[in-house]
Each structure stands twice: as structure tokens, then as C-alpha cells.
């Protein structure tokens, strides 16, 4: 068998999307298949299109493609074209009309439901995901909610990672390239209004994205006086990211729409209490007074209040981090995850090749 995975870049990217998408890419090539990684170089939104008609010339020799559902513009016409002859595997981890504004948010949600709807099977992070799907009018039965795994390298080892840079304040850390729906001008108020300022935080992702943005959160760190407290420190490498795991006493994740929160299942596997908005699914992975603090989207106060008591509350910190790593064997390792996809492929592929044997009448 021959699959086709469709993305925008490199798999290397660092995000909860890529890194899914890479995990199950690895898992499926350890099992024996033949996968090759098609990476379209992201033109403007528009442009994109036309690569729907240079995959209609090439990707005919395919038994089975899979699509990040990132590239609905190249390839909500191709997957019309092709799904009568190609199985086709859609993975959603973030619908984008969600995220998009106004003028292009109708055209944006038209082509994803056309992407979808041309698909097979779609796979979605969450159940917040796979409920937003059949909201566009798609069949509820082609959605499989498989949810994204967890390194159960960190889970075990997380004792070995550096932790030489713990001081004595108490360690805030935000992962997430730095977007405005990651809610990350929301945090730097919520600072300046806490009570207790014996914090740090770290940011890390990926903030040459959005320039503007980041330079309007900048500025909005140096007029609170907070240029001692608030580190940026870049994209870094999966390597990095676990010793800033390490070192972090609370994870604060405060998104405006967030399909599931990767970087939550992580924060949990080092211990770590959450701070997080109750939006999209990340409900369905941090729960409120358990695991963590969860608080309405854009509410300044209430984010700057949960960030205090857990900055005062050791005890609690140190509860609410337990009780998260329990919560992970309600979740899979990403070996686990790989392998439903492997099953699921399978499948496809059988009932493909069972199709091709009814004779013609």
C-alpha cells in the first residue's frame, strides 16, 4: 500500500498539529507503509488553490491520502476530483472559520465543509472538534475523535531533565506560538494585576509569525514594569521545551479557541497545575479545582485571581499537579495513538480493496 500525507512545510514544525500529525507519520512508516509526506509551500490564502490541480496530476498513484485539514484551500476541490478512486483521511485539529475573521470567514468555512465533505473518514482531536463538524452539516458517523497521545519518555524520565535554573520565584510558563487566539495579550494584564508578583514567565513559541502582535504585547510588558518578570525565549526544540516543563511550577494557557491543548497533556505529564480559558476542548483535558483553574475567555480579572492562588498555594499546586498526571491514563502514549490510526488505515484500505472485487452488473 502507498498513502499520500498532505501538509503545508515540514513535519518538524513545532505545534500540537504537527507534532500529531508527525507522530502518526513515524508510527505508520515503524509498521511497514509507505508513506510520503507531500509538504506544499504555503502561498497566500488564495493561491493555495491552485494547488488542488498540480495534486489531481500527481497523487493519482495513491492508495490512501491523509490531509491536515490546515490545507483545506488546496484541496477542497482535489478531494471532489478524486474520492470516488482514492480514499481520502481528513485530520482536524483546529477548524480554521473558527479562527478566521470577517470578510474571508464565509469562503473559509465553505471550503473546509467541501474539503470534509469529500473525505472518507475525518479524524478529529476532540469531541468540542468533532461536535463543530457536524455544526457545518457533515454526517456525525465519518467523525472519529482519536485524541492526541502524550511522550510517556517524558512521563518516566522527567526526574533527569535539567532543572538547575528553579529559582526561588515561582516559574509561569506559556508554550504556544504566539497568535491571538492563544490569549497571550490577555496574560500580561492579568500579571500586572496580580497581588503576589513573585513570579517569572516564560514564553516559549514561535513569535515571528505575528510581528505586530508581539511587538503591541512588548510594549504592553514594558508599560506594566513587568521587563524583569516576562522572558521570551523563542521556538525551541522539543529537547528545550521539557527542561522548561521542568523548571515551571504553573502552566497558564489562556486561549480564546483552543480545540483541544496539546501542551496541556504535557504540562500534566510534569506535574504541573493549569491555569487555562474553559473554551473549545480544553475542558475535556484540565478539569476545574482538579487539575487546575479554568476561567471565561478574556476575563483579566478572573485570570490574574486563579494565577494568585496558585502562586500562594503550594499545597494546592502540588495537588492539582498529581491529580493531572493520574488524569493521563485517561489518555494515550502516542504509541497508542499511532496505532488506532495504523487500524483505522488498515480498514480503509480492506474495504477499498473489497470494493474493486464487486463485479459490475
Not at 516559574?171 to 497571550?184: M, S, W
Not at 501542551?263 to 476542548?281: H, N, R, W
Amino acid at each position: 500500500m502507498k498513502i499520500a500525507f498532505i501538509t503545508y512545510g515540514s513535519l518538524e514544525n513545532l505545534t500540537g498539529g504537527y507534532l500529531y500529525n508527525q507522530k502518526v507519520v513515524n508510527h505508520l512508516k515503524n509498521k511497514g507503509i509507505l508513506i510520503e509526506v507531500i509538504g506544499l509551500k504555503q502561498k497566500s490564502y488564495f493561491l493555495n488553490v491552485i494547488w488542488n490541480f498540480w495534486l489531481y496530476f500527481n497523487c493519482k498513484i495513491f492508495d490512501l491520502i491523509m490531509e491536515d485539514e490546515l490545507v483545506h484551500p488546496a484541496v477542497f476541490l482535489f478531494n471532489r476530483l478524486v474520492h470516488k478512486k482514492v480514499k481520502v483521511v481528513a485530520l482536524v485539529h483546529l477548524l480554521q472559520w473558527l479562527v478566521q475573521k470577517p470578510p474571508f470567514l464565509p469562503l473559509t468555512k465553505t471550503m473546509e465543509k467541501q474539503m470534509l465533505k469529500y473525505s472518507h473518514l475525518i479524524v478529529a482531536n476532540s469531541n468540542y472538534t468533532a461536535e463543530k463538524i457536524t455544526q457545518m452539516g457533515l454526517r456525525r458517523d465519518k467523525v472519529k475523535v482519536v485524541y492526541p497521545g502524550y511522550d510517556l519518555a517524558w512521563l518516566n524520565n522527567q526526574d533527569k531533565i535539567k532543572d538547575s535554573l528553579r529559582g526561588e520565584k515561582i516559574n509561569l510558563l506559556f508554550v504556544a506560538n504566539c497568535l491571538p487566539h492563544k490569549g497571550l495579550h490577555f496574560l500580561i494584564p492579568a500579571l500586572h494585576l496580580a497581588k503576589n508578583k513573585s513570579f517569572v514567565l516564560d514564553i516559549v513559541g514561535d513569535y515571528s509569525i505575528k510581528v505586530a502582535y508581539v511587538k503591541k504585547i512588548k510594549r504592553d510588558v514594558k508599560k506594566y514594569g513587568l521587563e524583569e518578570q516576562v522572558f521570551w525565549r523563542g521556538k525551541v526544540s522539543r529537547e528545550e521545551i521539557g527542561q522548561y516543563y521542568s523548571r515551571a511550577d504553573i502552566f497558564v494557557l489562556p486561549s480564546l479557541k483552543e480545540a483541544f491543548g496539546l501542551v496541556l497533556l504535557e504540562a500534566m505529564a510534569f506535574g504541573l497545575p493549569v491555569v487555562a480559558s474553559e473554551v473549545g476542548g480544553i475542558p475535556e483535558v484540565v478539569e476545574h479545582q482538579k487539575t487546575g483553574l479554568l476561567v471565561p475567555p478574556k476575563d483579566i480579572v478572573a485570570l490574574s485571581q486563579a494565577i494568585t492562588i496558585l502562586i500562594e498555594d503550594e499545597n494546592l499546586r502540588r495537588q492539582y499537579g498529581r491529580k493531572g498526571k493520574k488524569k493521563l491514563a485517561s489518555f494515550l502514549t502516542w504509541e497508542e495513538v499511532g496505532e488506532n490510526f495504523y487500524r483505522l488505515v488498515k480498514v480503509l484500505l480492506s474495504n477499498k480493496q473489497k470494493q474493486r472485487k464487486i463485479p459490475k452488473r
